[in-house]
């Protein structure tokens, strides 16, 4: 099948032209040449890519496709489906790595040539790689054919990226277009998992712990957690979703970046994990578990006398019990297991006797509360249960280590997905779970007012065994005590003073004047400012601002949401100067950069305004961007949103000396603004700080 098959809806032209959907809807609207569609439906039509492409190099608006972008487009056109192609697009990345030499000779002939003698090719590597019984079907030749012109594509972008981050780009891509049908686990707190799953240090040992060498993930998803494990020997997974397993098969295979003695074995097996375990005499290191919550048909009824239960028969209002205990079975003796939990899983009473028996026979040891926004569902502060496979000859755990990082003050970190310090969570999460976490410990952990506590088995077997840990730690001194509820005081009363003075003057009668305007658009297209949208990737340690930091006038806090090798979008860096305006919301917000925010990297939602400092002042812009008249024009409505288009946002044209007039006053009102919110933030501190403070005994009323 011909490239000129492929199909790109509305949404794929804008990313194309790098402007917004509304502008493909004026385009279709002012010009009768614009391609007509051939297929989709009234409401989302898709038009012809190669009609796309001239079209918008017709006008001037495209000089080139990105390679990229036209990889990905030719994807989400396939008329496979977008998941076939990826996969399609996976087996032949590995052809590509591995045998180089024969893409070669295969790429070198005509479509159809190349569709027959791929198939034959791709089932060697595929089997080489993956053994016989394996997820990744080899394509037949007729399946292949209109994956052709994609893979060909696809081998140009992993010349250019590598193969690794070509098939990272797509697999993003195809997760972001579809945010729903995926349950994603955040790096983060991937990283977390399989640095908790490392084997403990004997007490008095040196060289630190070591990572394990085989790893279950028995709800695989996208394979995050399996890709998280440094250095395994071997990983397995089961996914019951074929597609998914399938790419989860091709993500850890191509995570290396050559094909050598060092790469793990990879077992990938399709099916539902409680029902239908596919590696029953499987014993590993390690395993990895982020399950389906709230499961009520996990298999209740036909399960009753598995073997697996050893711990009691799970309800059938407790499926996460029954994963848990699936973890364990697969362990060897003395693997330790890893299992995200809803917070109910501690507390529930129709589990508490096999929480009891966990305990007793010491192979929970910890319960880590994380912060909402750790992992969906968002609203939620999950839980991280750490188990141990009790052997023959180990002693009983006479603890459990209960950790509480919900609060965001002991993780140094707000909550709230696009918001987590996660290297702040990682470190406040290991310095408990490290040394309480050595084997043959004869020193006792210390005790985190708050935070976390090392908690003896017998106080937690009553008739609830309820484990929260927020239930078991002391209280932290409210606010730091009463001496830093006095320089809270101290602080609150310095910047309401500060305040008052930046009080804006009483205002000024002027006269209406009617005054020429131009809009941002214009004033890009005329090289005056550079107008970008934020892709939310960035490099190494480098913060991202958030939507939220715009907001709220805090500094940037974000974490990248693409990993820095991947080439999916070019990380924004923000210079001083810069005017960053949010997308959603429809409000009155302008934010110019200063010198401790520039270098961040500019998220999601955000649009980048950077002006020619021989042109405009930015506190000019800024504040004129922030009328409330201006942004009503300027705003257009989604089903459920506002979304303002800075490109339509108007401002006057004046020279530069009276610019920089109104960017001093525009600057004074920031100030006065910041002020008035670090007060506010002060005083609701104080507050809650007396609150806790009189309550708790650590104030004393006057």
């Known amino acids: 099948m011909p490239e000129s098959s492929t199909e790109v809806t509305a949404a794929g032209i804008a990313r194309l032209a790098g402007v917004g959907r509304a502008a493909v809807s004026n385009w279709r609207r002012r010009h009768d040449d614009f391609p007509k569609p051939v297929g989709g439906t009234e409401a989302s039509p898709s038009f012809a890519l190669h009609q796309v492409e001239q079209w918008l190099r017709d006008q001037g608006k495209l000089a080139q496709v990105p390679l990229r972008e036209k990889v990905w487009q030719q994807m989400a056109g396939h008329p496979g489906g977008a998941v076939t192609a990826l996969v399609h697009a996976g087996s032949a990345l590995i052809l590509v790595r591995d045998r180089p030499t024969a893409w070669l000779e295969i790429t070198a002939v005509s479509d159809a040539r190349m569709a027959g003698v791929l198939s034959g090719a791709l089932d060697r590597v595929l089997a080489d790689r993956f053994g016989p019984e394996r997820v990744v079907p080899t394509p037949t030749a007729s399946a292949l054919l209109p994956s052709v012109p994609l893979l060909r594509g ?137 399950p389906p919550f709230n499961e009520r048909n996990w298999g209740h009824d036909e399960l009753a006398y598995d073997p697996r239960w050893e711990y009691g028969f799970p309800a059938r209002t407790e499926s996460e019990l029954a994963w848990v ?192 305007h131009t809009t941002v658009g214009e004033l890009a297209r005329a090289g005056a400012l550079q107008l970008r949208t934020g892709t939310g990737a960035a490099t190494g340690r480098v913060a991202v601002l958030t939507e939220h930091d715009v907001l709220a006038g805090t500094a940037p806090s974000g974490t990248p949401t693409a990993p820095a090798s991947s080439p999916q979008d070019e990380p924004l860096l923000l210079e001083t100067g810069d005017v960053v305006v949010p997308v959603l919301g429809g409000g009155a917000v302008a934010r110019v950069v200063d010198d401790a925010t520039a270098g961040s990297a500019l998220g999601r939602n955000l649009q980048l305004l950077r002006p020619d400092p021989a042109a405009l002042d930015p506190w ?54 910041d002020a008035l919110r670090t007060a506010g933030r002060l005083g609701g501190q104080l507050v809650q700080g007396m609150y806790d403070g009189l309550t708790d005994g650590t104030v004393a009323p006057k």
């Not at 966990?358 to 609203?379: D, E, K, S």
């Not at 999460?429 to 088995?457: K, Q, Y």
């Not at 201006?630 to 020279?655: F, G, I, M």
């Open 620 to 673: 000019f812009l800024a504040g004129f961007l922030r009328g409330t008249a201006n942004n009503r024009q300027a705003s257009s409505y989604a089903s459920t949103a506002t979304r303002l288009d800075a490109r339509r946002l108007q401002v006057p044209r004046l020279p530069l000396d009276e610019q920089r007039r109104y960017g001093e006053q525009f600057s004074a009102l920031a100030a006065f603004e």
């Open 154 to 290: 696809v081998a140009e972008l992993a010349a250019e990226t590598g193969v690794r981050q070509a098939f990272d780009f797509l697999f993003g891509r195809q997760l972001d277009a579809n945010p729903r049908q995926y349950t994603l686990t955040p790096p983060g707190l991937a990283d977390l998992m399989a640095t908790l799953a490392e084997a403990a240090k004997p007490h008095g040992g040196h060289g630190g712990k070591r990572p394990p060498r085989t790893v279950l993930d028995p709800a695989a998803g996208t394979g995050a957690l399996l890709r998280a494990v440094g250095r395994p020997t071997a990983l397995y997974a089961q996914e019951s979703d074929a597609d998914l397993a399938a790419l989860t098969a091709l993500r850890l295979a191509l995570q290396a970046t050559t094909s050598g003695a060092d790469e793990p074995a990879i077992e990938v097996r399709t099916g539902d994990t409680l029902r239908t375990d596919a590696f029953t005499q499987l014993t590993v290191d390690a395993v990895l578990c982020h």
């Open 325 to 516: 205990q699936h973890a364990l079975a697969r362990l060897r003796e003395g693997g330790t297991a890893v299992l995200l939990m809803p917070p109910a899983s501690a507390s529930r009473r129709s589990g508490r006797r096999i929480r009891a028996d966990l305990l007793r026979r010491g192979a929970l040891r910890a319960v880590i509360a994380l912060p909402a926004g750790a992992a969906p569902p968002y609203g939620i502060p999950l839980h991280l249960w750490v188990l141990r496979k009790p052997g023959a000859e180990s002693r009983l755990a006479p603890e459990l280590l209960v950790v509480d990082t919900a609060d965001p003050e002991s993780a140094g970190a707000a909550s709230g997905r696009e918001r987590l310090d996660w290297p702040a969570l990682h470190a406040a999460v290991l310095d408990a779970w490290t040394p309480f976490d050595v084997v043959g410990r004869r020193e006792p952990v210390e005790e985190r007012p708050g935070v976390s506590r090392a908690v003896p088995v017998i106080e937690l077997l009553d008739d609830d065994v309820d484990l929260t840990p927020a239930r078991h730690l002391p209280p932290a001194a409210s606010g730091g005590g009463a001496a830093e509820l006095t320089a809270v005081r101290e602080g609150l009363q310095d910047t309401l003073k500060l305040a008052s003075r930046l009080a804006p003057a009483p205002a000024v009668p002027g006269e209406a004047v009617r005054r020429p």
